[in-house]
């Protein structure tokens, strides 16, 4: 195995080698990479798609490939002013189908309907602060009563958190026969 390295450095090392010998499997790697960094002049033509049987069109489509970017860009332009076509921004993602599909109006989105609720209490009478004590003090597990003092004091304060809408209903016609205000979030 040394010796095998050895004659290969001998080898690398000779003059003839640096000039480059056509045999040369590394003077033909440089010859190629060279070819490989020399700028292109064009670049390769796109490969052809379906062709037009209609020559108009054909010719249209040469003369607009062989347009500059400005170009392209003044065309698309004039196209739209000429044909009166309005700039709508395109949804990133919608679906090809939807996309297609054309629409003389456009369709008015339902917004979604909620189905969790946050109960929250705003205010109340001074008159119902015993009742609605009581009540949050029932609602609310392991809660003193000091402790529900405290939280009807400081309103607004959440509460029931994620309750479903009838349940939030009832709860917000609880306190609001107690005399709350009582807010669905």
């Known amino acids: 195995m040394a010796s095998r390295c050895s004659s290969l450095l001998r080898a690398a090392t000779r003059p003839h080698f640096v000039t ?3 045999k040369n499997p590394i003077s033909s790697r440089w010859l190629a990479t060279a070819a490989a960094a020399t700028p292109k002049s064009a670049p390769p033509p796109p490969p052809p798609g379906k062709a037009s ?3 108009t069109i054909s010719k249209l489509v ?9 170009q392209a860009a003044d065309l698309v ?9 309005q700039e709508i921004a395109m949804p990133t993602s919608a679906a ?6 054309p629409s003389d109006e456009p369709v008015a989105e339902k917004p979604k309907e909620k189905t969790i609720f946050n109960v929250l209490l705003e205010s109340f009478d001074a008159g119902a602060k015993p009742k609605i004590i009581r009540e949050v003090k029932a609602l609310v597990p392991n809660l003193t009563l000091i402790d529900a003092k405290k939280f009807v004091e400081s309103l607004p ?13 009832k709860l917000k016609k609880t306190f609001t026969d107690l005399g709350a205000v009582v807010k669905l979030d």
Do not use: V
Not at 63 to 70: H, K, P, R, V
Not at 77 to 85: A, D, P, V, W
Not at 96 to 101: D, K, L, R, S, V
Not at 157 to 169: F, P, V
């Open 77 to 85: 332009t004039l196209l739209k002013s000429r044909l009166n076509i």
């Open 62 to 70: 040469d003369d607009i490939s062989g347009l500059t970017l400005l």
């Open 20 to 22: 480059g010998c056509s």
């Open 96 to 101: 090809p189908a939807a996309a297609a599909a």
């Open 157 to 169: 304060k959440t509460l029931k958190e994620n309750l479903s809408k009838e349940d939030a209903e």
């Open 53 to 55: 049987k209609d020559p």
